[in-house]
């Protein structure tokens, strides 16, 4: 295999912020690695980049970890609560325009009319960010600031949310090291109903866990 190096060098402001990502030649005699260095915490991620179709462009910084904290937000139209952070997991529930809703954090997953987000509410249910109007500052990312690593076991398809009907948005080799944020129950996959996030600004960025294998300790719930 031939070993190459990359090297991508940020803005000074940048610079100050110690971010930068590489390609470089591996230590192993015919392995290349992607290795991406988190701004804010310093920590190390490496992937499997000769072969993972996983762009670089789709990683980013975990969030700061936060004290928990609750959030305010009202309800701007008639809203469905979902038992996960996407449209094709079970209706729990519904709130009507106008009510104040708490809010742990949130979560990038699949689209609704152009939004991202998605918000868990204080029951541990979920619900669009599309409808809800924060009432003071926006809720903090879900996570606990920390950017975990895990390994895919086989091919691996990367969806915008943690359901098989949600769009395939990449896709990781089997062996690619994967950066995870945070877990949520959602569609049982062979027996396994967790579903990874991974780190990523574009948008959701999720895997089934039944094939991925933790490396070093999982991920905490989002």
Known sequence: M?????????????????????????????????????????????????????????????????????????????????????????DVGTLRSGATVSIQCKVFGPSVDGNTLWYKLSTGRWVTARYVANIGPAPRFCGDGREYEGRALSFLNIRSGPNTANATVSSAPQGTLLPLVCKVDSQVIDGNSRWYQLTGDSGGQWVAARYVSNVGSAPPYC
Not at 2 to 11: E, V
Not at 12 to 36: D, F, K, M, N, P
Not at 74 to 90: E, G, H, W
């Open 2 to 90: 031939l070993s190459h190096r990359i090297g991508i060098t940020a803005s000074r402001r940048c610079r100050q912020l110690g971010v930068y990502i590489r390609e470089s030649a591996a230590a192993l005699r015919g392995r290349g690695h992607l290795q991406v260095t988190n701004r804010r915490l310093g920590a190390v991620v490496v992937a499997a980049a000769s072969t993972t179709v996983l762009s670089a462009s789709m990683l980013a910084v975990a969030p700061q970890a936060h004290a928990a904290t609750t959030y305010q937000g009202r309800v701007t139209a008639t809203l469905n609560v979902r038992s996960a952070p996407t449209s094709a997991a079970a």
